[in-house]
């Protein structure tokens, strides 16, 4: 048995799997530690944290149930873990009080782990591919082909660093999301796609909730939602429904993942705009990712 920890800017994911690779638990949760961290370095909230904690704890015993010791555990922190100043002193605690020891990852690394893990149990077309992650503290656009990662960047638009800048959590103005579009639209433009990709890959909860949605789920069904698609045309319906809601609008339409609601709209307006740098016309969603990647790439 084998376990890993995925410390996004917004979700806290487990995965503990079995000798032969099989998920025993795959679960997530939406905490927000990267909510008020602001667009540079900053410090992540106190309550923020202490939701984060109350999540490594149960993931500490879920493991150890399983029959993988919390020192055990790969637990990687990413974006909003290298721009907050008090993420030392945060995953020290983490690691007194519940035995996780959390290592805060380079870019590189984060990309890395993302490729392995995404591309697991998808048909891909032969030829160059792309995987985006829409995180919530930025973006990474990562390219290769077969098992081979050939480069990666990394956009500093991310859907809870958009939301907190240019949105807030409540009713959106047709003015503030313009001025969301016009900075993605400013980021992604300066994305360098070295060679146009046979296939883009999402991967993370923005993606997954969008087919969730197109899908009519009521709750995350993870075998419909690894290798489905959804094209830009849905992207752009989903997008109006989201700028159309309010705040509890928006909780009861996305009541599949509502902890994602009110960022979900940055997220839908990146990805669009990563997939018309990229020229195609969908992506296929993954549910793996960087906590698979973990535990492939050791």
Known sequence: MRASIDVGSN?????????????VEDIQHVVGLGKGLGPERGLFRADRMEAAMTVFLDYAARANARGVPPGQIRAVATSASRRALNAPKFYADVHARSGIRVEVISGEEEARYTWLGSLEGID???????VVDPGGGSTEAIFGEGRQL???????????????????????????????????????????????????????GTATTLVSLELGLSTY???RIHGATLDIAALRKWIDRLLEASAEGRQKLVAVSPGRADTLLAGATILVRVLEKARRQAYIVSNRGLRHGVLVGR
């Open 150 to 204: 050939r480069s990666r960047v990394s956009m500093e638009v991310g859907t809870v660093r958009l939301t907190e800048e240019f949105l807030g959590y409540g009713t959106v103005s047709a003015a503030s999301y313009a001025r969301l579009r016009a900075h993605v639209d400013t980021t992604v433009d300066a994305l360098v796609v070295p060679t146009i990709p046979k296939a883009v890959v999402a991967v993370a």
């Open 221 to 223: 069904e993870p075998s």
């Open 11 to 23: 979700s806290l994911l487990l995965l503990v799997q079995d000798d032969a690779g099989r998920a």
């Open 124 to 130: 891909l077309p032969p030829g160059p591919c792309m």
